[in-house]
């Protein structure tokens, strides 16, 4: 009976058109050209690499595409456990056709063709966005990002920091910054009149979030603008700096910009945990990995200080999973966001998803991005997730506490698209 | 089948007459007067808060009750998928007959009115602890706590310890002691003395534990005496304390408390890891949250040091559960006590009671208490877990692993009253 | 339905021959000789003494195996809800005929004197490899054991070093390594000798791993040897180090022993996690127990500097499963290693398996070891993951990833015996 129900939520759940909170998508080319822009997602490169494909058999300038995926099908068979090939399945089946239940040396070829010219038909981006009922997506933007060329109502604008606060002091940073605000970021205050610069051109052109991605080491604290200006001065000159310099030059520019999305009502999306280049030998964006041990305390000042900028923080793992949970119900800027990177795998899913329900007011949660790189990726993965979600509310708001479908639906439909609306202001 | 016996397996445990083992009830006021001393739990108004309801509308000597629930009644809406909020609405059916299945801006003024009406009846209090079938009910006493005027045998008295172990420096809380002993804590041998004291009146009044909320930093550690004194000496003054002798002065009190606990054999409970005032904004009792980087190890020295004292020890995160099923798998002192705040929503709850009821010795389990303020929460929270307990009992046991209904009532039972009357000698 | 397939599965999985490729299995004495060799288990003791039996009622030579086996029972009604007690159970069913639902003081002495009798049989051991499926026993030898006496063909040697990487200050372990390889280890250079000579003899008698457990706090990075030899010279007469040298010393020896595992082609099995000696006053190997607060992230250097090398590694707790998951993800030479020790519970176990099979890729995971120091726990151990390998199975791959039972199937075998014999080369 659970199970009939779970079905049907499913299915009203799959009837929603979605505004997806965040991805990485190039929105002048948003979908894919052949299925080595699907098969080149890290997902599949960093899995066939870590079951034992050399990285130089998929990385380098003279492996064309079709070669590129004949080489990860021979890897595919060690993978096909994963989550990450069913979403592969489930394009190759719902975008192309594909009928068999493996994808093997036998088959791809024709797969590969038959996907291409699906691809190069022109309208094959409005193809994607209307089959998985997308009605808009938002970007992840390189702080010097021009934003032209694109539908900005459908590909929201969303300025991502990391390298303002995390790279400053490399020149190839201050450069792009120089160029796209005409300010030379020399002292505390230049530096802010830049960053300010960059919201304005965001907002103008109807960027609807800040955002970061976090190391677990980082907890911003307010840094004096003297103190700083200090540090700003040795770092253009190029001088190095000490850690803990560092770690004040990187607080008064995530306070910064804080402040800048407290003026310009931005809501500023932290994505907490991530380690960079673990693995260094790894493939293109499979180098990354984490520390459990973080914290949310490590945003306490921040939290604090800023009432009145809303926090939509996406944690790396399910072990940070209870601090969002308990952080959101007390915290009013706060809001739970989706299912970010290693978490974002069913048994991580549902055990978040069943403790946000339960214990995070329903209008500060976000159930999902897809974190996305190529349009086709958000129907399997944002499927995986209204499974999960029915499944939840069957057997957790149905069946245990006697809600009726309806309201199921509702909470549902909520936390899918409605808080999208109301928390980005949409 | 499995559904069925659970049900079952539920009805049998509801019939149970319970000895709640930890509480913050007032025995001179233990039941509500009204809806507002139900809907003024810091859950509903800290969610509420968190949801979007200025503090200021809530908290203020000059909001009467019945406006106080009108405005969190606007806001129940956002809060409906809390399980806070379903015991809300079952303390509401089973005490107040209410039949909606929301509490509304259209509805809820005859209910505050038909609660208040059924509240004033003068055997409230005695109609809800028969209707909840509750014998006795543990308290959380003061230090300096008279303990007079109430009955001892249904409200069980527990020395809280938390003001003296950290806040010994607050002239106030000196001030208390001294009052409350008639002894001048001016060093370590007057401060041990005027411990003794407050335990010994403790345990003349029938006392059946001691209790502390701890920190996730603090590490209780043996302190020599001598020194304990000189920093003693300092606080009297007024004297600023380093933060390393702060952590002695607390460790010197936790120890002297442990030592008495073990001379007066009352059971110790640990309450391990929160941090208060995280959120300093918040609302009464909404502050408080936490930081997952704790351990047990912290308290290897007093758990190896003690081994004549029984620790009831409750874990504030599902991230700490499994350290306290493998401790009190090992440690004979420790036992694994409840679902605590954080931890106390079904999803914690269930994966927490499976793993103590396959890993820890079965008499060394307390299945939950209902760290409630007022008396009415004692039946939704109860049940809730007798809900999951039995769901536990039924798949693991009877299912998995072939036990009649009857052995696993038995072990159902045993955690839910039997151990609290062997650990707490009652 | 799901329940059905789930058994259908597990009867496939039952049928199939194991290597088991961790225990610490004594080959000369590798079954049991009485009922007192399995309750003896630490599994066993450790539960009665934290359950309240005193160590000195069942530890001491003037304890007969019978006597002791009677204390233990007396102990058993407060542990019968633990999965152990279920395996002790399980073993006296399947090898002794046992009927009867528990172990009682009734029933005990008939039981004890049948499967005296049983187990005196002189052919009891290959009758429990038969009956339980074993094929080959990975072992777990001291350094300096001579490895002769028994079949190397079904009990497979391994290395394993603890004491070499943390008590080489021990004069005991010096002198063992002296005697077992004729170098005197003075220095680096001589250390490093006397270790290849451990490998050349290991490898000779057909070992196919390295292992050792590993404390919390152990970050290995590479010691440069100068600075090795003078520690190492210090060491030999006898001076005290301090812990950054000691710390220096383990990464010296941990390094070395991974340069011969690159150099002889052998898997470092790494156990992560624990703290020895955390209850002092414990019951022999009852005393361990574990900081949770540890990443996998200490690895980091050593990871990277041996790609060559493959690690199959152990957590001990459910807390670094999810890491241990990214990171046999993206580095290839990781591969996730059984359910080990404290995170050996079916809760635990579940949660491990789920993410594991949907996130790793399945040719680098170990389903299950059995860690085990008598034969016949093998097969109540690998039974129960077996139980719980066949639900996942049918309900996250073949109810709701639409897989065959087939392919379910030979997934379950693989991850069960499969990449046993490829990652050890058997």
């Known amino acids: 009976m659970t199970a009939t129900l779970s079905a049907t939520l499913f299915q009203e759940l799959e009837n929603l058109v979605l505004i997806d909170p965040h991805s990485h998508i190039n929105p002048l080319s948003a979908a894919s050209k052949n299925l080595a822009d699907l098969m080149g997602y890290h997902y599949y490169t960093e899995l066939a690499h870590s079951a034992g494909l050399p990285k130089d058999q998929i990385e380098g300038p003279e492996i064309t595409p079709k070669e590129k995926v004949g080489r990860l099908v021979e890897k595919l068979a060690d993978l096909d456990n994963t989550i990450q090939v069913s979403w592969l399945l489930e394009m ?14 036998d088959n791809w070829e024709s797969l590969y063709d038959s996907a291409e010219q699906k691809m190069s038909q022109p309208d094959w981006e409005q193809q994607v966005l209307k089959h998985s009922k997308l009605e808009k997506v938002f970007l992840t ?12 109502g459908v590909y929201i604008p969303c300025l991502r920091t990391d390298d303002l606060v995390f790279h400053f002091l490399k020149k190839a940073v201050r450069d792009r910054l120089h160029k796209a605000t005409g300010i030379e970021a020399i002292d505390a205050g230049t530096l802010r009149t830049a960053i300010g610069k960059l919201f304005q051109h965001f907002v103008a052109k109807g960027a609807r979030a800040c955002a970061i991605s976090l190391p677990p080491t980082f907890s911003p604290v307010k840094v004096d603008p003297g103190a700083a200006s200090t540090i700003i001065k040795h770092a253009v000159k190029g001088q190095r700096l000490t850690n803990s310099e560092q770690d004040m030059l990187s607080s008064f520019v995530f306070w910064t910009l804080t402040e800048y999305c407290a003026e310009f009502k931005l809501p500023f999306d932290l994505m907490i945990g991530v380690n960079r280049r673990v693995y260094e030998a790894g493939v293109y964006q499979g180098q990354d990995l984490y520390d459990t041990r973080v914290s949310l305390i490590q945003y306490k000042e921040v939290l604090n200080a800023f009432p009145q900028v809303t926090f939509p923080i996406s944690v790396l793992t399910h072990m940070s999973n209870q601090e969002l949970v308990s952080y959101s119900w007390i915290f009013p800027n706060i809001v739970a966001n989706g ?5 974002n795998t069913p048994t991580y899913i549902e055990l978040d998803t069943r403790s946000r329900l339960e214990a995070v007011p329903r209008n500060k949660q976000i159930g999902y991005y897809s974190d996305m790189y190529k349009l086709e990726f958000a129907l399997p993965k944002f499927r995986m997730y209204r499974r999960i979600l029915a499944r939840v509310l069957a057997e957790d708001f149905v069946q245990r506490r006697g809600w009726s479908e309806d309201q199921a639906l509702a909470l549902g439909k909520q936390v899918l698209r409605g808080n999208v609306e109301t928390i980005f202001h949409i």
């Open 339 to 343: 299912h970010w990177w290693y978490s």
């Open 92 to 105: 190759c089946r719902e975008f192309f056709g594909f009928a068999d239940d493996r994808i093997t040396k």
């Open 141 to 152: 933007n390189d702080f010097d990002d021009p934003l032209e060329g694109f539908d900005t």
